[in-house]
């Protein structure tokens, strides 16, 4: 009997932890049907509602359950990573706690392990339960880091996914601290298929990425499997000094041969504020690159475990 890991981390998800448990237990009933055990790794990413207290009472009394809980929150990436670190299982899948990735589709993934595929990716079919300005900064994300990256990420998947153990294994060896865990899932490679699924709408509460947490999250994709950024400006900056060059030639011959008027403050004005903005966006591009280069040198750890608690109840 092959065992399958389910990875959750959470952050302020009290209202969501007993449903989802709930739902756990019916689905082990159906696993064992097909000859499979589960077990279920809450990860508490520092959460500051009830979370805590909810998973440690809760795990005194659910068989196959255990939680990690961080000493802050160290965010959903680390979390995943840790949860990849600690799964006991032949197969891991990581997944939601609210419920929007449903259980049944594990069992489409395990068809799909079945017939030979060391991944099976859950692909959104549609994006319905999102707003408009997500739905259209994921479209353009999707298409921006596939042209830019050699790593090409597979349109509306999530972390929902099923692995096999050895996939797990590679993935946890990998060195860096600035993690983006979808480029990394899918930089090992191995043999993968994808499988499509409606996405229902959350059960309770909110979700805990905001705009400006999506918006990081997609410069450490960028910027963690493509340096064409970089490469961007230094044809951009080599254009914009060609065009300096001539421009400056042609001061040059109309001072010596014809003479240069005391006016032209407003173009001079717009050609130092123009090449001032160039130059500060461009180091800001180098700036962000440096930044991540920073942080990998120090090799901090990607979190810290304060507690670990288990049921290991049949």
């Known amino acids: 009997m092959k065992e399958i890991a389910i990875i959750v981390p959470v952050f302020n998800e009290e209202l969501n932890i007993p449903a989802f ?15 499979y055990s589960a077990n279920v790794l809450f990860v508490n990413d520092g959460s500051t509602d009830g979370t805590e207290e909810i998973l440690t009472e809760l795990i005194k009394t659910t068989p196959h359950c255990e939680a990690l809980f961080f000493s802050r929150n160290f965010g959903k990436e680390a979390a995943l990573f840790a949860g990849l670190e600690h799964a006991k299982g032949d197969l891991v899948v990581p997944m939601d706690v609210d ?18 595929a060391d991944v099976v990716l859950a692909q959104r079919s549609n994006r319905d ?8 900064s994921a479209q353009w994300f999707y298409k921006l880091n596939n042209k830019m990256s050699a790593l090409k990420l597979q349109e509306n998947v999530g972390d929902f996914r099923l692995m096999t153990q050895q996939v797990v294994q590679e993935i946890v060896q990998l060195q860096e601290n600035q993690l983006f865990m979808k480029g990394l899932m899918s930089w ?29 999250l997609a410069l450490d994709g960028i910027t963690s499997f493509s340096t064409l950024p970089l490469k961007v400006w230094t ?7 060609l065009i300096s ?62 507690n670990q608690l288990k049921n290991n109840n049949k």
């Open 188 to 216: 090992v490679g191995f043999k993968t298929t994808t499988i499509h699924y409606a996405r229902p709408a959350r059960l309770k509460g909110t979700t805990k990425f905001n705009y400006r947490k999506l918006w990081n």
């Open 99 to 116: 419920l929007q990735d449903p259980f049944h589709l594990i069992l489409d993934m395990l068809s799909a392990y079945e017939k030979g």
């Open 21 to 35: 448990l709930k739902e756990f237990l019916k689905f082990e009933n159906v696993l064992l049907a097909r000859n």
């Open 245 to 306: 060059f001539l421009y400056g030639l042609k001061i040059i011959i109309e001072k010596l041969f014809f003479g240069i008027a005391a006016s032209g403050y407003a173009s001079l004005m717009v050609a130092v504020l123009f090449f001032g903005g160039v130059q500060l966006i461009g180091i800001g591009v180098l700036g962000e690159y440096l930044g991540r280069t920073y942080l990998e040198t120090k090799r901090r750890p990607r979190y810290i475990l304060k």
């Open 129 to 136: 339960t999102d707003s408009f300005f997500k739905r259209f």
């Open 235 to 241: 044809y951009f900056g080599t254009f914009i000094a």
